[in-house]
């Protein structure tokens, strides 16, 4: 009878056991889907972060250009300024009517350059200039697309 509790005992625990391996398995089978998802959605992220740094990558370099081209402008604008040791306040003094009429003329024209910089449309006039009596001297790169100078 002994033997027979402990048979009894012995089927009822390997029973309990299956069970319990059963239950750990449909437990597991769970967690392995969702790690699952988790790395689909994962690699769907790195996926569009690749796509994200390429399109950035692509604007920097569109951005160094228009930065050069900018850099280019500005030391064109200094030689101007600078040429033959000028001292602007000096000629201010002597000419003033012309140097107002050149600081205006310059002061309407990197005005033109801000607004096309921040999005502003292109003239026709602007589109068009092709002679240097017709461009904007401010920024010729960015008023006047058509154009290009001789060096």
Known sequence: ???AVMLITGIAGAGMYV???RADNATLKANQ???ETAVEEQNKVLEQQKKDFTAIMESNK???VLIGT???DLDDLDKRFTKKNRDIGKL???RTESIERIVNKGGSNAARCIELAS????TEEELKATLKSEIN???PALANPSYVPFQ
């Open 119 to 122: 999005g502003a449309e292109h």
């Open 92 to 94: 201010a003094i002597e």
């Open 19 to 21: 069970m319990k391996l």
């Open 33 to 35: 889907l969702k790690l």
């Open 62 to 64: 569109k951005l160094n």
């Open 70 to 72: 900018f850099k280019k």
């Open 1 to 3: 009878m002994a033997i």
């Open 137 to 139: 001297p401010e920024c």
